[in-house]
């Protein structure tokens, strides 16, 4: 009886033993994985003693998984909007010139980005304004070296030269309304106008 008792007691800690090292092997701390992992099998035997939802945790606070779990798959980021093409880009001029400034050209490649993701033709008229300083002879002239300069840097960009047309509308069409010779700033600009085909 006594060797039966002895045999006994020595399965018991060979059992607890084998237990221990499948638990072990069932349960690992997913924080060797990576911080922020989410897992999407559920934890083998924490049925009723987790809440649905709820990440078991181990007594160090890492995520409790059991052999084979996988970290989700992240969501698929939703892909960016194309940027609608506007109606109007408006680039702006310094006093007297019809140079395309840094400014003038993000204006510039903005409306070209746009125009070209639509993937059509698109037909884009380039109106160039000046303020009422100096003559009107001389401001209808500038106007249209300030839709010429547009239409390049719109080519430069890859917009097709033939799907662009420009006009100089000189000091006629003010944005800011003044009197005569006055340096406006908001008046000496060029209009880009996208008329995308349907």
Same mark, same amino acid.
């Not at 020595?10 to 607890?16: C, E, N, R, Y």
């Not at 194309?82 to 993000?106: C, G, H, M, W």
């Not at 009422?132 to 300069?149: I, M």
């Given at each position: ?31 060797? =994985? ?15 003693? =987790? ?144 008329? =995308?085909?349907?």
């Amino acid at each position: 009886m006594k060797t039966l008792v002895r045999a006994g007691l020595a399965i018991v800690p060979a059992a607890v033993v084998a237990f221990g090292l499948a638990a072990a092997a069932n349960a690992q701390d997913a924080s060797l =994985v990576g911080k922020g992992t989410v897992w999407c099998n559920p934890v083998l035997g924490w049925t009723g003693q =987790v809440k649905e939802g709820v990440a078991a945790m181990t007594s160090t606070g890492g995520y409790v998984i059991h052999q084979g779990s996988v970290p989700c798959a992240p969501a698929a980021a939703a892909p960016a909007a194309p940027a609608a093409v506007q109606s109007e880009y408006l680039v702006f001029f310094d006093f007297n010139k019809s140079a395309i400034t840094p400014a003038a050209d993000r204006v510039i490649g903005d409306a070209v980005a746009a125009i070209l993701k639509t993937g059509t033709a698109t037909k884009i008229h380039v109106v160039g304004h000046t303020d009422s300083s100096g003559s009107p002879a001389y401001n209808q002239k500038l106007s249209v070296a300030r839709a010429t300069a547009v239409k390049n840097a719109l080519i430069a960009k890859g917009i097709v030269a033939a799907n662009i047309t420009t006009e100089g509308k000189g000091e006629s069409q003010l944005l800011v309304q003044t009197g005569p010779n006055v340096r406006e700033p908001s008046n000496r600009r060029a209009q880009i106008l996208p008329k =995308v085909a349907k």
